[in-house]
């Protein structure tokens, strides 16, 4: 039950300063004026309180009063959360929708529906009434989805002794389901948890990036520069460069088990088609909904600005929780850059010295906090999880040199340079293969050599030169011109538009393309690099470039990424019979 604890003396946009109790605590949950809005604790100085609001101030006056909660802004976490939308402070939206119209209304306090509902809980056979249980210990399981079993964990700090447990029955969330023996008593266990945001979950040992690529079906993502699972990766681009359809494409084709996509101040149209699209999506593993294993976190620009920063925070601690059961889990955050901007704006209110372009001195350090709490990781009860962390930035301008994207540079081990010149000439994903890189390449690379059984490495490198060594030759092309250059250089160039529209360019609203499984993407650059190698002996014996371009096969491999399926790779052992043939007519025509 709240109390009142101060009354207000200072407002500025989202931050307010009261007066009041001393008996208040650093980042403590509070409820603002007779709406009672929410609110954080970010500032204490003797009797004098700072608070930031997450929702709209307008209309309030000093003297209103302030209500302590005496507990720190935390999730709800339980069955439920899957195929939910929440705002950044986790109020259910479609509840919210029902009650109160296509507006959230201030102060509004909602249960969530799923709350109510009644889940089919099983209790672990291997636990008996006597057993000493620890936090992360899975005292049952809920089947929160038909593709999802939920683990049913004791809360991270508790320890004791099982006095009682309930039997196999549907429960809300809200009932008791154990009963614990602490030092402290006898304590309640229900299927519901709180969790402080700001704070990460425990677990019992980092692993390193040893569990493979997080796989997303986007061949320049996966063979290019993969992204380990527990990994951490950025996406930066200007504006219409496609950072949010490459983001949207890997929630709904990534092997992770279970994503979270926060989208934090961004366009409200953007957002709204996620919500409208992502409900219709089909889940090409189980062919159930896609939602299903899905949590969306929308706090859209026109929402309140301190709102934004919460948001990420109420995303990882969801994904941490998922990552507790051995769940392998995607966390989608569209934008950092919003989420900064919502820090300055802040920062600016309470007065603080800014650093570069306005930005606290802190924005590093608070991009570590989020960033760190990626990983692969043994958890409290053995099993193996790990939360991949993909932040989208949006450098005004494009521009990556300015502090988000340059200290964001200085936290991942991926980055997905998107390029605006590559977006206009209609070439997407965008994703600049210069600018980009990845630094798991060797912890995946036994991984590949395991599912694919080839050199996928050297493969790659082979690749990678081919698209460097052209963009070297482009520079004296302009200069002087392709007849200038030696056929052995133009066959370069000939590669390498195979490479970048055979490859490379992939549609995300194709039915055959939009998804590439790594067997056939592995083939396909493997088909690409065949006729390189074929094409280079045909050239030492005197054939002309102009000779290669015109044969048939150049546009077969360039429209072989629509044309088969990823279910007919076998089909693409033909193409090579081709080459084949077509390279060895020339080789008996200029031998």
């Known amino acids: 039950m709240s109390q009142q604890i101060g009354v207000i003396t200072w407002i500025s946009g989202p931050v307010v300063r009261a007066q009041g109790s001393r008996n208040v605590s650093m980042m403590e949950l509070v409820e603002v004026g007779e709406e009672h809005l929410v609110g954080e604790v970010i500032g204490l100085n003797g009797n004098q309180i700072t608070i930031q609001v997450y929702e709209e101030t307008s209309g309030m006056r000093p003297g209103a009063p302030v209500f302590g909660t005496g507990l720190p802004l935390s999730v709800e976490l ?76 004791v809360p991270p700090e508790v320890h004791g002794k099982l006095t009682w447990i309930a039997p196999e029955m549907k429960y809300t969330i809200v009932e008791p389901i154990a009963r614990i023996q602490t030092e402290k008593g006898e304590q309640e266990l229900t299927m519901l948890q709180r969790w402080p945001v700001r704070r990460a979950r425990p677990y019992a040992s980092r692993l390193g990036q040893s569990g493979g690529p997080l796989v997303t079906g986007q061949r320049v993502l996966d063979t290019f520069f993969p992204l380990a699972k527990g990994g951490a990766a950025a ?32 366009r409200g149209n953007e957002m709204t088609e996620v919500l409208q699209e992502f409900p219709q999506l089909v889940d090409p593993r189980s062919g159930r909904p896609l939602m ?16 934004r920063e919460a948001s990420i925070y109420t995303g990882i601690t969801i994904a941490e929780y998922y990552r507790d059961m051995g769940y392998h889990v995607a966390l989608m955050a569209d934008s950092t850059s919003r989420w900064a901007e919502a820090l300055r704006e802040v920062s600016g209110r309470l007065e603080e010295m800014p650093a570069e372009e306005g930005y606290p001195a802190y924005l590093a350090n608070r991009l570590a906090e989020f960033y760190e709490r990626a990983g692969y990781v043994k958890t409290l009860n053995g099993r193996q999880g790990s939360i991949s962390v993909i932040g989208a930035v949006s450098p005004p301008g494009g521009d990556f040199s300015e502090p988000v994207t340059q200290h964001t540079k ?59 060594e052209e963009s070297r030759l482009t ?14 250089q133009r066959l370069v160039l000939e590669t390498a538009r195979l490479l970048r529209e055979g490859f490379l360019q992939q549609s995300a609203l194709d039915d055959v393309d939009a998804y590439s499984t790594i067997q056939k993407q592995i083939r396909m650059l493997d088909l690409i690099l065949h006729f390189h190698h074929r094409a280079q002996g ?3 014996h ?15 491999l360039i429209r072989m990424k629509t044309q088969y399926k990823n279910d007919q790779i076998d089909q693409l052992d033909g193409i090579q019979k081709i080459i084949d043939e077509q390279m060895g007519q020339l080789e008996a025509e200029y031998k």
């Not at 709350?115 to 809920?142: A, H, Q």
């Not at 600049?432 to 390449?441: A, G, H, P, Q, R």
């Not at 520079?475 to 200038?484: E, F, H, R, S, W």
């Open 78 to 153: 339980g069955p439920g959360l899957l195929h939910s939308i929440f705002d950044g402070i986790q109020r259910p939206l479609p509840v919210i929708q029902m009650r109160s119209g296509s507006f959230i209304s201030r102060g509004i306090h909602l249960t969530p529906l799923y709350r109510k509902d009644r889940w089919s809980y099983t209790p672990n056979p291997e636990l008996k009434v006597g057993d000493s249980v620890k936090g992360g210990m899975i005292l049952g399981t809920v089947p929160e989805t038909q593709g999802l079993e939920h683990r049913v964990m």
């Open 542 to 556: 005197g054939a002309t470039i102009a000779v290669i371009h015109k044969l048939p096969v150049v546009d077969t």
């Open 235 to 266: 996406i930066p681009g200007g504006f219409g460069a496609g950072k949010t359809v490459t983001q949207q494409s890997i929630a709904k084709w990534s092997d992770a088990q279970v994503v979270v996509y926060i989208g934090c101040g961004e």
């Open 292 to 307: 299903e294993r899905t949590v969306l976190i929308a706090n859209t620009s026109n929402m309140p600005v301190a709102a």
């Open 410 to 468: 200085r936290f991942i081990r991926c980055f997905w340079a998107l390029d605006k010149s590559l977006a206009s000439a209609r070439h997407f994903p965008s994703i600049n293969w210069l600018d980009s890189y990845s630094e798991y390449l060797e912890d995946v690379a036994g991984w590949w050599h395991d599912q694919v059984g080839m050199d996928w490495y050297a493969m790659r490198s082979e690749a990678m030169e081919i698209l460097s």
């Open 538 to 540: 045909i050239v030492k």
């Open 475 to 488: 520079q004296i092309v302009k200069l002087v011109g392709p007849d200038a250059l030696p056929d052995e």
